[in-house]
């Protein structure tokens, strides 16, 4: 069970604030719901805890994802993220069909208007606060693991240009909260408008509104983390460690080269093509310097390195800078 806790210690942060925010919006906006009868207020209901229940589960994954390799299951829990997500976006689904169901029964059907409408636009107004603290924190964290180190006000904007590079928990914290944030400004504005014009249809319109930006959330990440559970290779850092390790004079060519995710971490698996003639003793110590400086690269946990000799057919096709002669092969590193 102490191990348990301490996993718990290393998971996503936003995706647990992110829990908790919803869990405490789920709460307030069903009882603005049960007093106001408010059909936007029940689609932002049926939203908020969708988001709780789903990021409260990726916490939970991502926290066993870090757990380490054991002898039967060697390759780790890397991918039990993903596999989470996939779960998790099972409840999304489910209350963005009940919540586009009740708004076009509504639009449809719509009611006189509801009461208490102070309470509806309070609520509301607590929630886009409270989605936008946890969507900015969530862009912070986003740029954090793409390498950026300015965040401030612009942080939002700033992280849609590195949203692919962010963990797999991370992101799906980042767009259920751009909705959540979405979906409360359009539940305001529709309440407004419907208090003053009469078209209280638009409640129900907006409830289908926000339950299709749900949908679409459930479709990217679905999407996502099928590909990670799968296993994706990550073409940005194979690029990266591969022209890395060409620039290493004693590397001829690259006959293979796969970083495949798996969740939040990167394995690397690569064939390099060197000089027959070195000695076996030489080659490891090139050996052990490739594989530290690829465990250096952020995200890579695993690197399975081995060599082959130049075949005289250039595999490797990405530009790399212009290689140093290796002339004596005492000159180790």
């Known amino acids: 069970m102490g191990d348990f806790f301490k996993l718990l210690k290393s998971g996503n942060k936003p995706s647990l604030v ?91 059907h719509p009611a006189e208007q509801s009461g208490g ?11 886009f606060v409270l989605e936008g603290f946890v969507l900015h924190k969530a862009a912070k964290e986003v740029l954090h693991e793409a390498g950026q180190t300015k965040t401030g006000l612009a942080a939002i904007p700033k992280s849609v240009a590195y949203l692919n590079r962010a963990k797999p928990a991370t992101k799906l914290v980042w767009m259920e909260d751009l909705v959540a944030t979405s979906g409360n400004i359009l539940a305001f504005l529709a309440i407004i408008i419907a208090y003053f014009t009469g078209f209280h249809a638009l409640e129900g319109l907006v409830s289908m509104i926000i339950g299709l930006m749900m949908f679409y959330v459930v479709g990217r990440v679905f999407l996502d983390n099928a590909r990670g559970a799968i296993g994706e290779n990550d073409e940005e850092m194979q690029v990266h460690i591969g022209n890395m390790v060409m620039e290493d004079p004693h590397i001829t060519d690259i006959r293979s ?77």
């Open 18 to 108: 992110a829990a908790f925010v919803n869990l405490f919006l789920g709460i307030i906006k069903g009882a603005a719901y049960f007093f106001t009868g408010n059909v936007a207020m029940f689609a932002e209901m049926m939203h908020s805890l969708g988001d709780a229940a789903n990021q409260f589960f990726v916490f939970i994954g991502s926290a066993l994802s870090k757990k380490a390799p054991t002898k039967r299951f060697p390759n780790g829990f890397g991918r039990v993220v993903n596999l989470v997500c996939l779960g998790a976006v099972l409840i999304v689904a489910i209350l963005s069909y009940e919540t586009v169901k009740e708004g076009w029964h509504h639009f449809m």
């Open 117 to 127: 409408i102070l309470i509806a636009l309070g609520v509301l107004f607590l929630g």
């Open 257 to 333: 080269l796969e970083v495949i995710k798996e969740g939040e971490f990167l394995h690397v698996d690569l064939v390099a093509e060197t000089d027959p003639n070195q000695s076996l003793a030489y080659l490891d110590d090139v050996r052990d310097h490739l594989i530290k400086l690829i465990m250096s690269q952020k995200g890579v946990t695993k690197v399975t390195l081995s060599f082959d000799e130049e075949d005289g057919i250039t595999e490797w096709k990405h530009p790399v800078k212009e290689k140093k002669i290796l002339i004596d092969e005492t000159n180790k590193r």
